[in-house]
Structure formats: C-alpha cells, structure tokens
C-alpha cells in the first residue's frame, strides 16, 4: 500500500488537521485504517506491507496495533516516487508475486473490489494488471464526480488505485513507469514516453481501451492487461478537501 504523502503541508493532512494524509480520519476512522481492514478482509491478501515516508507512524495508527504486533500489516520506507515505492518494496519482502498494489486514499475501498479485480487479474494470464472504471460507470452513480479520464475509442476511463504484477517479469511495468509518473495527470504526456505512434493514435482516439494496453505492453516487453471495474467507487480516491468532503458523504449515505 502506498502511503506516502506531502507531508502536513498537504492539503488533507491540513483539511484533517492531521501529520499525514493517511492519519486523517473518514467518517470516524483513519482513512488507512478503512483500506487494510478492505484488504484483510479479502481472501486473495496475505500480509500487508504499508509504504510510509517514516515507518514509525505506522504506530500511530491505533486500530492496527495487533495486526502489526502480529506482522500481518509492516512498514516499508517509501522512495521519491510511487513506482520508486513500489521497486523497494519488492526488493524487500520474501516472495513478493503475486504483488497488489493500491493506496492509502482509497477510502471507499471495498473486499468486494479487490476481489473482483484479483480474479479478473489471475484470469487475464498477464504479468501486469491495471483497474479502470468507465465514465459511464462513474457518473451514472456520482454525476458530480470530477475524475481525470483517459480517452479511448470505446469509451473514457479513469484510473482506480489498484495494480497487480503477476510475475517476475511484472516488474518491468514500475520500472518503464518511472519514467512517465510525474505526467500522470497529463495522458498526452504518458503516451509519448511510450512512443510517437502511440501518441498519434491516443489523441486522435483511434484506439480502444485493450488495444492501448496490448501496444504498452509490447513495447514494454510485458502483457499488461486492462481490468474494467463495475464499481464507481473503485474510481474515487481522496486527493483534496472536495474528494475528502464526497467520500464522508458516499460512507454516511448522504452522498
């Protein structure tokens, strides 16, 4: 899980009032907190290694202090970035494969969720798995949601906080990742890392959804398969106040 952040200068670590943006509680409860009891829950979660600027405040979550004493939830150093993160992890932890991959923010997250997309990742037969949900699915549940889409011929997507690396060989997608992550909210961007033809085929649309990820992954040296979420919620993470606002009203049945 990744769980780093920008420390209390962000900007929900100073909406929550807290030291981090994990620590900041959602309806009642440390938004880190709700996403490790959706992964304990899970039958597809072992153990549970969190990424933290300072791994010492894994201890300030009071509401894991027995999976911790137990070892089903350690601390991993986070790096400068999130594939960086997710690099060292691995390098760390016995056995890392099967390896999923989600955030700390994604508050909404469910057992149902993960168990849909880890189903749908140990079928695809890929050594890479990444969860989308459709615009369609979104806003027919939150019109109001405000998401960063990706543009395809079929449809828009908008990313979902949740990854897999399969296999060994999976770990070629962080690694081709660095190089594009500090564009992730411009897609133009992420495409042209990926080549010109790429890029010409993203912005004039002509791709679909499974042809884009079938092109990465060839010019990765990987299979990177797309997993479509049926769930809007799988979609929604806490990136600001406004998210943090709509989530508390989604978990309290007002939203």
Known sequence: MLAADRGPDDPVALAGGMACKSLVPVAGIPMLERVIAALEESPWVDKIAVSLR?????????????????????????????SRSVLHAAEQ????????????DH???????IDHFCTQSVQSGAD???????????L??????????????????????????????????????????QHRKQPWKIAWAFGLGLLIAYVFRRLTLE??????????????APITMPFAEAAID??????????????????
């Open 107 to 113: 508050a909404l997250l469910t057992a149902d969720i």
């Open 140 to 181: 027919a549940r939150y019109p109001a949601s405000v998401r960063t889409y990706l543009k395809f011929r079929d449809d828009m997507f908008s990313g979902s906080n949740l990854f897999s690396l399969l296999t060994a060989k999976g770990i070629k997608g962080p690694e081709t990742w660095c190089r594009a992550e």
């Open 54 to 82: 300072d791994t010492h405040l894994l201890g300030e979550f009071k509401g894991l202090n027995q999976a911790v004493n137990d070892g089903r939830v350690i601390g991993v150093q986070a790096q400068n970035s999130p």
């Open 211 to 224: 042809t884009a990820f079938a092109r990465i992954g060839a010019n990765v040296g990987i299979r990177i």
């Open 128 to 138: 890479v798995c990444a969860g989308l949900t459709s615009a369609r699915v979104i």
């Open 93 to 104: 932890l016995d056995s890392p494969y099967p390896l999923l991959i989600t955030t700390a």
């Open 238 to 255: 806490v990136d600001n106040p406004q998210d943090l606002a709509m989530v508390e009203d989604i978990l309290r049945g007002t939203g």
